[in-house]
Nanobody, 122 residues
């Protein structure tokens, strides 16, 4: 599966932004989908994941209550709605696909998009 993330940009602290990830292929519903991020000088970290059906989600504590992950299997897309953004949310955000599993670990995700930069100004 090929993934294309979009929606990054410059946002003021406290603002909102929605990231989108479009997937190619006919087996999108066989993948749980995750969002990860990597800030400058830091390791890549888990943000959110959604199960193959969309019924189950999980979030990093740092974004819980502010970010919402969703998916549309008919359109092969996954979104990350980000609210109440903080400067520490500044990072390159990646969407990733995990075949037939549900995991918060980056190493378990088989396919990755190219990343989209989100910059939060204070």
């Amino acid at each position: 599966v090929q993934l294309q993330a979009s929606g990054g940009g410059l946002v003021q602290a406290g603002g909102s932004r929605t990231l989108s990830c479009a997937a190619s292929g006919r087996t999108f519903s066989s993948y749980s989908m995750g969002w990860f991020r990597q800030a400058p000088g830091k390791a890549r970290e888990f943000v959110a994941v959604i199960s193959m059906s969309g019924a189950t989600t999980a979030y990093a504590d740092s974004v819980k209550g502010r970010f919402t992950i969703s998916r549309d299997n008919a359109k092969n897309t996954v979104a990350l709605q980000m609210n109440s953004l903080k400067p520490e949310d500044t990072a390159v955000y990646y969407c990733a696909a995990d075949y037939m599993r549900f995991s918060t670990s980056a190493r378990n995700h088989d396919y990755w998009g190219q990343g989209t930069l989100v910059t939060i100004s204070s």
